[in-house]
């Protein structure tokens, strides 16, 4: 018998002549369609959270209180928290995928946006504000847009590789 030999390990897919253990399965697909939009939105909240971040320093009144009324610092403070929102679900979308890389930099993100909050809460209930806490939430910023630009990198670049298979190298 010519050709026989002991089945693979890894059978081919039906529908292509990739490896069945290439093809994404249906448990894993959910979370990733969820993890890029969550990705784009986490990157770009932080960009807006920064900015209205260095308009409110600029622009705001001298001292800063926790009954400060300034429409910029209201916008930063509900920004703090939709990111917050958006930190917990990347973090359970990237627990999903099974991907340790992705879990660990979620987490750093996650950890920095709540450093920065913290930092924020400080700085706002502190008088005279203390510079360093403003540092500390740039700081954090730094850190989380940082972890989520890797993230999105990962992501991404993983999207226009063709995944390696031994489709056009078919056995007779």
Known sequence: ?????PPSRHPRSYFSGRLASDVD?????GPRRILRPVILAIAAAL???????????????AGFTPGTTFPPYEAHFDLGVALGLLAIVLLLATVATRRASYAVLATVAFGSIVAAALFGQAFVGS???????????????????????V??????????????????????
């Open 47 to 61: 960009v807006l959270q920064y900015l209205v971040g260095l308009w409110t320093n600029v622009y705001g009144p």
């Open 127 to 149: 008088s005279p504000n203390d510079p360093t806490d403003s540092v500390g939430m740039g700081v954090a910023f730094l850190l989380a847009f940082s972890s989520v630009l």
């Open 151 to 172: 993230m999105a990198f990962l992501e991404f670049s993983n999207a226009r590789r063709p995944r390696a298979g031994p489709s056009s190298h078919a056995r007779p």
């Open 1 to 5: 018998m010519r050709g026989r030999g």
């Open 25 to 29: 399965s249906p448990v894993s697909d």
